[in-house]
C-alpha cells in the first residue's frame, strides 16, 4: 500500500516526485521488486487495470498477463530481459480485474540503489487500445484495397517509384501485359513502350508531365511480353508524401483494342456507305444522261444514212463520213456510261475464270509493252463463278491497261487468281463467304489515298489531256457491282497498284453428285497476227477445245510450263524471234507425248529449202477449214 505523506515529507523532491506520480492517470506507474512483486500504485494504474492500492501491492504482476502468456513464461522473461539489457519495451494484450483485455505500451527499467545493488523494477503501461484498433482498422482497409486492387483484371493497375521502376502489380496488369510480377518489379516501366517511343522519350516525358501537372493521360500503342501490340488508355497520377515530396506514381491501363477496331469498322462503315451512296447517285444521273445522249446520237446516225443519198458531192462524203466516225465514238463512250450505272444487259454463265484469262491471254500480254515482264499466278483450285465472260475480259484488260500506264519506264505486270473466305464487310459491300479473287498487280507510282477515294467516279483521271477518258475503273465498278462481287485497291506512292475483283465463288457441292471432270482437251494456239490467232481460236473452240493463246515463242513456253495438261500445240511457222518450228523442237524435248501442228501461208517445199524439220511435224497450208483441222487432229 502506498504509505501516507507527511507536509514535511512533500516539501522534499522526492516527495513532490512522489507525489507527481501518483497524480498521473494516463499512465500506469509502479515498482516491482526484484522478483515481480507490486510495490507501488498509482491512480493510472487503477483507472486502467481496475485494482485499487490495496488490491494489488504484494502481488505478482504476472497477474496482468494473459493466460497464454503466462504459460509461455513471458512475465518473467520480461524481468530478465530488463534486467540484462537495461530495458524491456513491448506492446501486447494485459488483462484487467473485470477480465477485460486492452492493448499496451510497456516499458520496464530496472533500479539500483546508490551502491548498484539491484532492488527492483520501473514498469510504465500505457492503454493504447485505440492506436492499436485505428491501425488494425487502416490494415483491414488497406488489405481490402490491395485484394480489390489485385482482383481487378479489367485495369492494369501499379505503382512507380518517382525514377519509373515498378514497384507493385496485380491480375489485370498479369493478364494484360503478360508479366508476372516477379518478372516485372523492379524494372523500368518504359519497357511497355513501342520502340519508336522509347527512343523519342515519350515514358520520361510522361512521367514529368504527370510529376508537374499532377496527371497524365493518352492513348497509344503497347507491347506485351509476347511482342504483340495492343491500344491502351493510360492514366498516370502523381502521389505525393505527407511532406509534399513526390512519393512516386500511380498508373493505370486500359487494353480498349476492341473498342479502336469497333470505332474504325463503324468509321469505314460510314465511309463506305458515303461512298456507295455517292456512287449510286452518280449512276443514276450517268444513266439519265447516257440514254438521253442515246437518243440524241439515234437521230444523229439516221440522218446520216440519209445525207448520202442526197449528195454525190465529194467532199460532203468526206464530211459524213467523219460525222459517222464520231457518231460511232459517242455510242462507244454511252456503252461506258451506262456500264458504270449497271444498265447493261449481262449474260452470266458458269466459267472457270482460269480458262477465261488463259484464253485471253495474248491479247492482255499485247496491252503491255516490251518494258514491262508479264506474269500470272493462277490457282489450281478455284470454284466456279457466275460471270459475263465478254464483260469480265474487258473488266481485265482494263485494269492491264491502267498498270502499264502506270509504269511508262517499265516494271512488273502480275494476274493472279485465288479462292478467299471473307469476313462480313472485309471488302466493302460484300457479305461473309466464299469468293474467287483476280488481282492486277503493278509496280507503278502508287495512288495517293485522295486519288484511291476517287478512282471509280465517271471522267476522274490522272492522265494527260487526250490520253483517258476516267471510264475504265468506272466500268469496272459497275460490271462487278453487277455481277453481284466486289472492288478493292490496294495503293502506296512508290510501291504499285494492285486493284482486286472479288466473285461469288459457286458451291460445288451443294448436289450429291459429285462434278463432272473438265475432260475438253486444252490447246495452245501461236501466232503472231492477232486476226489470224483469233479466227484459229474460234475454230478449236467450235470443235470443243479450250483454248489458250500465244503471240511468241516465248510466251507459249511459258504457257506450256505452267500448264501442264494441254494436249496440242498449234503454232504458225514464220514468227519473228523464234520461229513455229523452233519452238516445235523446244516442245518436243520438253514434252514429248504432245500434238504438234504447224501451219504457213508459205507451201511446204518452200519452207523445206529455208528450214530444215519441217517434216518431222504436221503441217497445215493456210487458210485452212474447219472440216482439215478437225481431220488433221483426228489422224495426229
Not at 463467304?433 to 507503278?444: H, I, L, P
Not at 477515294?453 to 469496272?476: C, D, I, N, W, Y
Request: aromatic letters at 8%.
Amino acid at each position: 500500500m502506498d504509505m501516507p505523506t507527511s507536509p514535511s515529507q512533500t516539501t522534499t523532491p522526492e516527495g513532490k516526485f512522489q507525489l507527481l506520480v501518483s497524480g498521473i492517470s494516463d499512465y500506469a506507474i509502479y515498482m516491482l521488486d526484484p522478483n515481480g512483486i507490486v510495490t507501488s500504485w498509482n491512480a493510472g494504474a487503477q483507472r486502467f487495470k481496475g485494482y485499487t492500492a490495496d488490491e494489488i501491492i504484494g502481488q505478482h504482476f504476472s497477474r496482468f498477463y494473459t493466460p497464454e502468456d503466462q504459460q509461455t513464461g513471458l512475465p518473467a522473461k520480461a524481468l530478465e530481459i530488463a534486467l540484462k539489457e537495461g530495458k524491456f519495451e513491448s506492446e501486447g494484450w494485459r488483462v484487467r480485474k473485470d477480465g477485460t483485455h486492452f492493448w499496451t505500451s510497456v516499458v520496464i527499467d530496472p533500479i539500483y540503489d546508490t551502491n548498484g545493488e539491484h532492488i527492483g523494477f520501473a514498469k510504465i503501461t500505457r492503454d493504447v487500445t485505440d492506436r492499436k484498433k485505428a491501425q488494425e482498422a487502416l490494415r483491414e482497409s488497406e488489405q481490402r484495397f490491395r485484394m480489390l486492387v489485385q482482383g481487378v483484371t479489367d485495369y492494369a493497375i501499379y505503382m512507380l517509384s518517382p525514377t519509373g521502376e515498378v514497384t507493385n502489380w496485380n491480375a489485370g496488369a498479369q493478364r494484360i501485359k503478360g508479366y508476372t510480377a516477379d518478372e516485372i518489379v523492379g524494372t523500368s516501366f518504359a519497357r511497355f513502350y513501342i520502340p519508336e517511343e522509347q527512343a523519342a522519350g515519350l515514358p520520361a516525358a510522361a512521367l514529368a508531365t504527370a510529376a508537374r501537372e499532377g496527371r497524365f493521360e493518352r492513348e497509344a500503342w503497347r507491347v506485351r511480353r509476347d511482342g504483340s501490340r495492343f491500344w491502351a488508355h493510360v492514366v498516370i497520377d502523381a502521389i505525393y508524401n505527407d511532406d509534399g515530396t513526390l512519393a512516386g506514381f500511380a498508373k493505370i491501363t486500359r487494353d480498349i483494342t476492341e473498342k479502336k477496331n469497333a470505332a474504325e469498322a463503324l468509321e469505314r462503315a460510314n465511309a463506305a456507305l458515303f461512298q456507295s451512296q455517292k456512287m449510286e447517285a452518280i449512276g443514276q444521273l450517268t444513266g439519265g444522261i447516257a440514254h438521253d445522249f442515246n437518243n440524241l446520237l439515234s437521230v444523229i446516225s439516221s440522218g446520216l444514212e440519209v445525207l448520202p443519198l442526197k449528195t454525190e458531192e465529194p467532199n460532203h462524203l468526206k464530211i459524213v463520213d467523219s460525222m459517222r466516225r464520231a457518231v460511232d465514238r459517242g455510242a462507244t463512250l454511252t456503252q461506258q456510261l451506262l456500264s458504270f450505272a449497271r444498265q447493261q444487259p449481262l449474260r452470266p454463265e458458269k466459267y472457270n475464270l482460269n480458262k477465261v484469262i488463259n484464253g485471253f491471254e495474248s491479247v492482255l500480254r499485247r496491252a503491255g509493252n516490251s518494258t514491262i515482264s508479264f506474269n500470272m499466278d493462277l490457282a489450281s483450285d478455284l470454284n466456279k463463278v457466275m460471270v459475263d465472260a465478254s464483260r469480265f475480259e474487258t473488266a481485265l484488260l482494263n485494269l492491264v491497261v491502267n498498270a502499264r500506264d502506270a509504269m511508262p519506264d517499265g516494271g512488273a505486270l502480275s494476274i493472279s487468281s485465288s479462292k478467299v473466305t471473307l469476313a462480313d464487310q472485309q471488302v466493302s459491300g460484300l457479305a461473309a463467304g466464299q469468293y474467287v479473287k483476280v488481282s492486277v498487280s503493278d509496280t507503278g507510282f502508287g495512288m495517293p489515298p485522295e486519288v484511291m477515294a476517287r478512282a471509280f467516279e465517271p471522267f476522274f483521271t490522272t492522265k494527260e489531256m487526250g490520253k483517258g477518258t476516267g471510264l475504265g475503273l468506272s466500268q469496272v465498278y459497275g460490271f462487278m457491282k453487277q455481277s453481284e462481287g466486289g472492288v478493292n485497291v490496294e495503293s502506296a506512292i512508290g510501291h504499285g497498284t494492285t486493284i482486286s475483283l472479288y466473285f461469288p465463288a459457286l458451291d460445288e457441292r451443294s448436289s450429291n453428285v459429285a462434278p463432272a471432270e473438265d475432260v475438253s482437251d486444252k490447246v495452245l494456239v501461236v501466232d503472231d497476227e492477232p486476226d489470224v490467232l483469233e479466227m484459229a481460236t474460234a475454230l478449236f473452240r467450235t470443235i470443243g477445245y479450250e483454248v489458250f493463246t500465244a503471240n511468241n515463242g516465248q510466251t507459249a513456253l511459258e504457257i506450256l510450263e505452267r500448264s501442264k495438261d494441254i494436249s496440242v500445240l498449234f503454232s504458225d511457222v514464220m514468227m519473228p524471234s523464234m520461229t513455229g518450228i523452233e519452238l516445235a523442237k523446244r516442245v518436243r524435248q520438253l514434252r514429248p507425248d504432245m500434238k504438234i501442228l504447224l501451219a504457213s501461208g508459205y507451201a511446204l517445199p518452200a519452207l523445206k529449202e529455208k528450214h530444215s524439220g519441217v517434216d518431222e511435224f504436221m503441217f497445215m497450208n493456210k487458210p485452212y477449214k474447219l472440216a482439215e483441222l478437225a481431220k488433221k487432229l483426228r489422224s495426229s
